[in-house]
């Protein structure tokens, strides 16, 4: 599965999120304070503005602080009550429909089938609770001013706190169940399209296997060991190598992402085959990722691999036939997590140089390194499959050969090589800088390069190395990839190759990848209550779409502010769309250009700001995790259930100071 | 508002609403088929017009309901759908997320099913694009599948395109039967039940085939349905069934298939070749009198230049002598300049040569038209007539072949005829055995079935001597020759003497670029050598011999003596030039450039076996601790014989002397000759046979 944002351990993540989160809040109320007072000073002069300032926060603080749960579980249900009204219940009639028009555009022969119903299911429902949300929200606080209802709830003793908090809760408390019923229909819908059973007969099948003499002996009779092969029946779009054991039992091997296993079955002389559901296809793999980092054909420390002149530059490639190859540093290796081998999963990128051996896949091996004593065994030799996860387990104990075993000394930086690289230009000192930074750290110093040394008869003589005792340092253990085949190239990503664990619930990875959509639907009902406490219905439903379509377009949109986009920034993009001007040349020069440019550096400005304090809607769908069999982690969950909790407190003040404000709400 | 005027206002709404329906009834009311009971209706203006320009759904292909559905349901925004789609596929393409390519593609094609450009591309895309990015070649042919399939479904939805037809076509014809892997996916193919199904039996399998009949159901549709030819020009569209026909034929016997299958294949090809220049095909010229584009055969150019000929020739009749006299007339009038150039053989004249006598001959071309012009009396006018008839002809005939060049007419007609001759067929035969033969070590049958297809390729040459200068059949020529080289050289052999692709290899040899010079430098160093000019002489040699390495670098099997002609010119050579150095001397150069191509004629040569023989036999008295007088008497003669063999080979070729190898050799040779003199209290004889060797290496040894 491709990750390109790293996801950072949770205790190394919270502190710099909460800064920054404490940072932001601190502006946005500074911000606040000001104008406030500034228009309080406006209406009432300096002094009393200040007094009126200084009440309203005190007021604030108070209403905060003082919110009763009562009321505010009678204003959720209210909304509750609200939505069921406003005929909430549509929204299955159009999820129903989806459902039943899925299959025409699921196709069944997909190789990765599992992926392409995630990949509908989960944004389908996701969108369409978003749009619901969305509605709901943003109309509520309105319609209220408009029927005069809001009116009556103030004359109680209910804090617009309370008002807030209660719409919020309420719509959250709707898109949830409306969510929750979805994810059941889809995980029921998910389940019956891709359960399927092949039908395989006696015709399909052809026997295998070395034949033996018949027991008299005299007999050349050949005898049916009783192992079968061949070709299931089609289903799905697809097909399976059939291999059935001489106990009857077999499996249709894998392929499409999944397996089945069969039962040969003879009743009455006649023999039939039973096929099971496909298995391993709805799995939640726990996996364990390591750091990854590269040395070069010179077994010299890079900070990346080749580049082939893929467009995409997600992975890095090493050459083969010589001594460049990709590291990965695992941490938390330990023989209770991994009682009985180390099982690799690499989904590596095969880049061929020349045509080679078309039937045969591109060599390749993998060594395991233990990083305090350098002591490496060449564990698996592999042909690479590209698209397709590749399992290599790698042994507990390996024999030792001639060859296999050997040492990789790391070879560190002199103190006189680091002052020679600081008095570099300031471009080779930034590559250096960030070579360090990507650098093996061994010990607190940073490795430049490996050497080869063999290894002494004390290794030799054992005969045999244990995984754990002799290349495992503590906890920390490395593996590394090479290509074998001279000339030609793999390409790797960190995430391309881990250590599968263990395998985690489907059932419960399903429910978490909702969880994602449950987040993005907590942030729209946020937004949308935040906004209709001081817009028009249809102004909070745009600025709420507005929200949205920003924070699923926030890295372009900061792109935008950074000015790294080609055709500089919107204003200058205009004048070159009418005037026909390629974006990669530099824009005509004159007042026209210098003047759009200028408009640019503020809009880029107050774009750039707008843009961080958007939610970044994407990354809190995890449907690519489910889709890719990968178990979604308590610290995703962590992470980004805590961005989804600050974001919600934040709209949640933001819009009580605001609704208490408005003229009606005193 | 009161009221009133709110309901006033719903009234001339209504009204206004009443008045459009006509308007729109008028405009776009459907069409109605007749049934039994009621007479159907052409439709509205709109209805009329779609059917006319046949755009209504029904008329483009398969009605697809979900289609529909959406298209209705983006309510106007389809395009910007669309567009969204199409970007969503290009970035999933860039991400390598095949599975999500699929989906969007198939998401893209309920928006815009009727856009042929799109089913076009992203079926190229699947079955060229997609299907290389994966390392295994299984893969690559699913994804090639895939694309056929997908252009297939844009071929339901618009059932009335023959360039879909024709794309589906080419992606089977030319995509699996000419990638990189192309013996692997045509076996896929072949063995594909789930694209093929049980209709198809696994002989009519043949990627080539079915590409065949998918062009043949573009034609179909062009012919029939009176659907107009878009994309390709016409000759081109209905070319491609005969190519691909052609390429069966080649495949089937590049798979190891002789015999029978393979002729009819050929013979099908020919016949498929022969009724495409029966076809009518329009050319972009206009015709004056019909105002329609003038229809051309590309079988009528022999037709078109016979006319023309026999109108000559009866305008000839005319007036006998007449033609004769004016080509008199214009000889006469050409300069001397253009006589000298005229005069002069081809292969002799320069550059400015050429280019007058080509002006010259143009200018002696006497055309129908100036005789038809001087002819008087009554048939004066009919001879005009002929000479502009002639014209028109000569025309046609030459419009005719320029068509004919556009798809390789000649060509392919020629080799359609060729491949199946008995000859072609067997010399195919045999090369591929032969191949076979080689690829699994055998390297005895190897060399021949090499030999044996080597005379069935002169058979067809010396038959159809037309395809000598014919790229494809060099090519062909030059494996054979070239397998068999590395047979005979894996096995030490040489290429016998009477090779029977040697006038071939003789032609490679004058194709050579350095072949000229090296016979050019050769002639000025006999022209130095006649004039006593030694050091001229000796450069030319010099000069001339590096050229023939460059000459044996591009026709390799001249190593192997594969042509005696040459090989003896080359021979020559260096024998002129070692005298020349003798008679300078000078020492022969050790790395002259030809050392290995003499060294391969020493060692097979019979004088240098014989040498060696007798100084095997001589050497064995070595061994013995006391050897009689007898035996050493029998070695000293068996060396004596070694050593007069050896002579005569360094006399047949006097630059072996210089060769490490051999002389080493040679210096063993003597130093037990030597040892056997002495154990006879001998020495060398004063005029020794070998003294040159001894004279040259003896030193150096010392040393």
């Given at each position: 599965m491709v990750i390109e944002t790293p996801q950072y351990p949770f205790f190394e993540w919270l502190p710099l999120s909460l800064m920054s989160f404490l940072l932001v809040c601190g502006s946005l109320l500074a911000v606040a304070l000001v104008f406030g007072y500034l228009v309080a000073a406006l209406r009432h002069g300096p002094i009393r503005a200040f007094t009126i300032t200084a009440r309203a926060i005190a007021d604030g603080m108070v209403d905060l602080v003082s919110i009763s749960p009562r009321r505010v579980m009678a204003l959720t249900w209210l909304s509750i009550k609200d939505s069921i009204r406003r005929r909430v219940v549509v929204v299955f009639g159009v999820f129903i429909l989806i459902i039943l028009f899925a299959g025409w555009f699921l196709d069944p022969g997909s190789t990765h089938p599992l992926r392409l119903y995630i990949s509908f299911v989960l944004p389908a429902t996701s969108y369409l609770v978003l749009a619901l949300v969305l509605f709901l929200s943003v109309f509520s606080i309105p319609a209220d001013l408009k029927s005069k209802t809001l009116h009556t709830v103030v004359t109680k003793p209910v804090h617009a706190s309370e008002i807030v908090l209660g719409r919020m809760l309420g719509y959250i408390a709707v898109g949830t169940i409306i969510l929750a019923v979805m994810g059941t229909i889809s995980y029921v819908f998910v389940l019956r399209g891709l359960n399927h059973k092949h039908i395989v007969t006696q015709a399909d099948l052809e026997s295998v296997g070395t034949t033996q003499e018949a027991p008299d002996g005299d007999s050349e009779a050949p005898q049916s060991t009783g192992m079968q092969k061949g070709i299931s029946g089609r289903d799905h779009g697809h097909r399976h190598e059939v291999r059935i054991k001489a106990d009857g039992r077999g499996i249709l091997e894998r392929t499409h992402d999944h397996w089945h296993p069969i039962v040969r079955k003879t009743e009455n002389g006649e023999t039939t085959y039973e096929v099971g559901n496909p298995e391993g296809m709805l799995v939640a793999r726990v996996p364990v990722y390591g750091k990854l980092r590269f040395v070069d054909r010179q077994r010299k420390a890079a900070e990346k691999g080749i580049n082939v002149g893929d467009e995409w530059a997600y992975r890095s490639y090493i050459e083969g036939g010589s001594l460049a190859a990709a590291i990965w540093s695992f941490e938390g290796i330990t023989p209770e997590a991994f009682p009985k081998q180390l099982p690799v999963e690499m989904t590596l990128g095969v880049f061929r140089s020349y045509k080679g051996d078309i039937e045969k896949g591109i060599p390749g091996s993998l060594l395991v390194r233990n990083p305090k004593t350098g002591l490496t065994v060449e564990a698996k030799i592999f042909r690479a499959t590209e698209f397709e996860t590749d399992i290599q387990n790698i042994p507990k104990e390996f024999t030792i050969t001639p060859s296999n075993v050997y040492y990789l000394d790391a070879i560190k930086v002199s103190e006189a090589e680091k002052h020679a690289n600081e008095e570099k230009d300031a471009k080779d000192e930034k590559n250096a800088q960030t070579a360090q930074a990507d650098g093996e750290q061994e010990a607190g110093e940073q490795i430049a390069s490996y050497k080869r040394r063999e290894a002494g008869d004390d290794i030799k003589n054992k005969g045999k190395l244990d995984l754990f005792e002799d290349l495992v340092d503590g906890d920390r253990v490395e593996i590394w990839l090479q290509c074998l085949a001279p000339a030609q190239y793999y390409g790797a990503a960190q995430a391309d190759l881990y250590l599968h664990a263990k395998d985690a619930s489907f059932f419960l990875n399903f429910v978490k990848g909702y969880f994602g959509a449950w987040m993005q639907m907590v942030l729209v009902a946020s937004f949308g209550v935040m906004f209709s406490t001081f817009l028009s219905g249809p102004i909070a439903m745009l600025a709420t779409v507005g929200v949205l379509i920003g924070g699923f377009f926030r890295t372009s949109v900061i792109e935008v502010a950074r000015g790294e986009n080609y055709g500089g920034g919107p204003a200058e993009s205009i004048i070159r769309i009418f005037t026909h001007q390629n974006v990669t040349s530099e824009a005509n020069p004159g007042l026209q250009t210098d003047v759009a440019q200028m408009c640019d550096a503020v809009i880029q400005h107050c774009l750039g700001i707008a843009a961080r304090l958007l939610?970044?809607?994407?990354?809190?769908?995890?449907a690519d995790y489910l889709a890719y069999g990968f178990n979604i982690s308590s610290t995703w969950i962590s992470e980004h259930g805590l961005t989804v909790l600050a974001f919600f407190f934040v709209l949640f003040v933001l819009g009580s100071f605001i609704l208490k404000t408005r003229e009606v709400a005193r | 508002m009161s009221r009133n005027r709110s309901f006033r206002r719903k009234i001339i709404y209504l009204v206004l609403i009443g008045l459009l329906l006509p308007a729109l009834y008028v405009l776009g009311h459907p069409e109605a088929q007749s049934t039994e009971d009621a007479k159907g209706s052409r439709g509205g203006w709109l209805a009329q017009i779609r059917s006319e320009q046949k755009l209504s759904q029904a008329q483009l292909g398969e009605i697809d309901p979900t289609s529909e559905t959406i298209k209705l349901a983006t309510f106007g925004l389809r395009p910007i759908a669309a567009n969204l789609l199409w970007h969503k596929a290009i970035e999933c393409k860039k991400k390598k997320d095949w599975t999500n390519l699929s989906a969007t593609l198939n998401q893209l094609t309920k928006v815009q099913p009727n856009i042929i450009e799109f089913w076009r591309f992203q079926g190229w895309n699947l079955a060229y694009n997609c299907s290389t990015e994966f390392d295994d070649y299984r893969q690559r042919y699913r994804w090639v599948i895939k694309g056929i399939e997908f252009i297939k479904l844009g071929q339901n939805y618009n059932d009335r395109e023959p360039r879909l037809l024709s794309n589906i076509g080419w992606i089977i014809s030319q995509k699996i039967g000419r990638a990189d892997e192309h013996k692997q996916f045509r076996k896929m193919f072949r063995e594909d039940d789930d694209y093929h199904g049980m209709a198809r039996s696994k002989s009519e399998r043949d990627n080539w085939l079915v590409g065949k009949e998918w062009y043949q159901k573009a034609e179909d549709l062009v012919d029939t349905e009176d659907v107009p030819i878009t994309g390709d020009s016409p000759l081109i569209f209905r070319s491609k069934r005969p190519m691909c026909q052609m390429n069966y034929s080649e495949a089937i016997e590049e798979d190891g298939t002789f015999g029978e299958k393979a002729k009819t294949a050929w013979e099908t090809a020919e016949s498929e070749w022969y009724e495409l220049g029966q076809l009518a095909i329009p050319t972009t010229r206009i015709d004056p009198t019909t105002k329609k584009p003038l229809e051309i055969r590309l079988g009528d150019r022999e037709r078109h230049l016979e006319k023309a000929a026999e109108m000559s020739k009866e305008i000839d009749s005319f007036a006998p002598g007449l033609r004769k006299k004016i080509l008199d007339e214009k000889r006469a009038k050409l300069t001397a300049k253009q006589l000298k150039a005229m005069n002069t053989p081809p292969p002799e004249r320069s550059e400015e040569q050429y280019r007058i006598a080509a002006e010259a001959e143009a200018l002696l071309v006497v055309t129908d038209k100036e005789v038809a012009g001087k002819v008087e009396g009554k048939n004066r006018s009919r001879a005009l007539d002929l000479a502009k008839q002639a014209r028109l002809e000569r025309e046609r005939a030459k419009m005719t072949n320029s068509y004919r060049s556009i798809v390789n007419y000649d060509h392919w007609l020629l080799r359609a005829q060729v491949e199946q001759t008995d000859n072609l067929l067997t010399a195919r035969r045999l090369v591929y055995e032969g191949d076979e033969a080689f690829a699994s070590g055998n390297l005895p049958e190897a060399g021949e079935k090499y030999r044996d297809g080597s005379v069935a390729w002169m058979n067809v040459l010396a038959q159809f001597p037309q395809l000598i200068p014919d790229r494809d059949t060099a090519e062909q020529v030059d494996h054979v020759i070239s397998q068999y080289q590395k047979t005979l050289d894996q096995r030490d052999e040489l290429f016998p003497a009477d090779f029977a692709l040697a006038p071939f290899v003789q032609i490679q040899v004058a194709d050579a670029n350095e072949t000229p010079p090296a016979r050019d430098f050769a002639k000025k160093a006999q022209k130095a050598l006649a004039e006593g000019d030694l050091d001229a002489a000796r450069a030319s040699f010099r000069d001339s011999i590096a050229a023939w390495n460059k000459v044996l670098a591009a026709v390799p099997s001249l190593r192997l003596l594969s042509d005696r002609k040459t090989v003896k010119e080359i021979t020559d050579l260096t024998r002129a030039y070692a005298a020349v150095l003798k008679n300078t001397g000078q020492p022969f150069p050790e790395n002259f450039g030809l050392e290995s191509f003499i060294w391969v004629q020493v060692e097979h040569d019979a004088l240098t076996q014989a040498a060696r023989k007798a100084a095997d036999k001589a050497t064995a008295v070595l061994d013995k601790k006391k050897p009689s007088k007898e035996e050493l008497a029998a070695a000293d003669k068996g060396f004596q014989q070694s050593l007069a063999d050896w002579r005569k080979v360094l006399d047949k070729f006097p630059s072996a002397i210089a060769d490490k190898s051999i002389a080493d050799e040679l210096m063993m040779t003597i130093e037990h000759y030597k040892q056997v003199l002495q154990k006879q209290d001998k020495k060398l004889p004063e005029k020794f046979i070998l003294q040159d060797v001894v004279d040259r290496y003896g030193k150096a040894k010392k040393s």
């Open positions: 939610p970044e809607f994407g990354q809190f769908s995890c | -």
